[in-house]
């Protein structure tokens, strides 16, 4: 019921659009829109060399990055003045690996902590988002893929600025938290309870882990109830029904991320209707072992069976399998 009140909302939203401006005015948006999103021509690696081969049939991967630029200028997107990767520079605050099954009725985001302590192609053991830093999306790329074994299809990368430019832009989301805690960095207490949040608290929601009972991992568990969250507000009858929200929508979304090469407004729409359809959507974090020192730094050592097992299990396309075995999934109706 739920997979066809989304393709409904999906088809009405066109109808809505289409009625509103005409199909040639539609075709100039659309061609607008695709004016709009930036391609990063490098993202991808460059050669095959030690990378895990296209397989089809298995389902599409796409490496989601959110970028600290620590700069008040955008990185990412139309708006961006500064660079998205400036080497030495800038390291990810957040790195999601999305599966998306083969009958498109499936998606598992496994999100990895950034300070997973792993090996770097051509750079030796080290935290997981210092590949950012040295060598921009292709070598982290690189290092997901030596990690996992699954093969990364596309590539999409958000700033700060565009993060909550986007949460703006449906009105904002809510969340429910567990319990009352506070953020002694950026002097904010969050109650227990349903909160709504616009882009700027959403950004504060997202960035703080000290203060929380798991630290980094219930930091991961934030994100991707806020991700969670957005992708209920962009499918919900509010936005769907409203042409000025999804205007508004779809205007932050593609001047906000930049994505590589191969990406168009097509993919993304059809990318979208693919929500719609969805079934299943979990929510993991990769395996992790116990927290650790390594060279003078505190880490997060992965589990390293278990995300081979996990990995498999995209590589395979039954990652929800994986996760029902395991119960892994993590609960983002409620976070602390």
Do not use: E, H
């Given at each position: 019921m739920r997979r066809a009140l989304r393709l409904l909302l999906i088809t009405a939203a066109v109808g809505i659009l289409v009625g509103a401006c005409g199909a040639g005015a539609l075709y100039m948006f659309q061609t607008s829109l695709d004016g709009d999103i930036v391609r990063l021509p490098d993202a991808l690696p460059a050669t095959e060399d030690d990378r895990p081969p296209p397989e089809p049939g298995v389902g599409e991967n796409?490496?989601?990055?959110g970028t600290d630029s620590r700069s008040e200028e955008a990185t990412t997107g139309e708006d961006a003045q500064g660079e998205l990767w400036r080497p030495?520079?800038?390291?990810?605050?957040?790195?999601?690996l999305i599966h998306l099954s083969e009958g498109r009725n499936r998606v598992c985001v496994i999100s990895i902590p950034r300070d997973s302590w792993v090996?770097?192609?051509g750079k030796g053991k080290a935290k997981i988002n210092a590949a950012f830093s040295w060598g921009g999306p292709a070598l982290?790329?690189?290092t997901v893929e030596k990690l996992t074994g699954v093969r990364i299809d596309h590539y999409a990368a958000i700033d700060f600025q565009g993060?909550?430019?986007?949460?703006?832009?449906i009105g904002g989301v809510d969340v429910d938290i567990a319990e009352t805690v506070h953020d002694p960095y950026r002097k904010v207490t969050w109650q227990a309870g349903r909160r709504h949040l616009d882009g700027e608290q959403a950004l504060l929601f997202v960035r703080q882990r000290a203060g929380l009972p798991g630290g980094d991992l219930d930091?991961?568990?934030?994100?991707?109830?806020?991700?969670?969250?957005?992708?209920?507000?962009v499918l919900s009858a509010e936005t769907l029904t409203n042409p000025v929200k999804v205007n508004n929508l779809l205007r932050a979304?593609?001047?906000?991320?930049?994505?590589?090469?191969?990406?168009?407004?097509g993919m993304l729409r059809s990318r979208m209707i693919d929500l719609a359809?969805?079934?299943?959507?979990?929510?993991v974090t990769m395996p992790v072992e116990r927290t650790g020192t390594r060279s003078g730094q505190s880490v997060v050592l992965l589990d390293l069976p278990e995300v081979r097992a996990l990995s498999a299990a995209v590589q395979d396309d039954r990652v929800d399998d994986y996760v029902k075995e395991h119960d892994s999934g993590n609960a983002v109706d409620t976070v602390r």
């Open positions: 796409w490496l989601l990055v030495g520079q800038q390291r990810t605050d957040t790195i999601m090996t770097v192609p982290l790329i690189r993060f909550a430019s986007a949460v703006d832009a930091r991961i568990k934030r994100q991707q109830a806020l991700l969670n969250s957005v992708a209920d507000k979304l593609t001047r906000s991320f930049s994505v590589d090469a191969k990406v168009t407004t359809g969805v079934d299943s959507l979990d929510y």
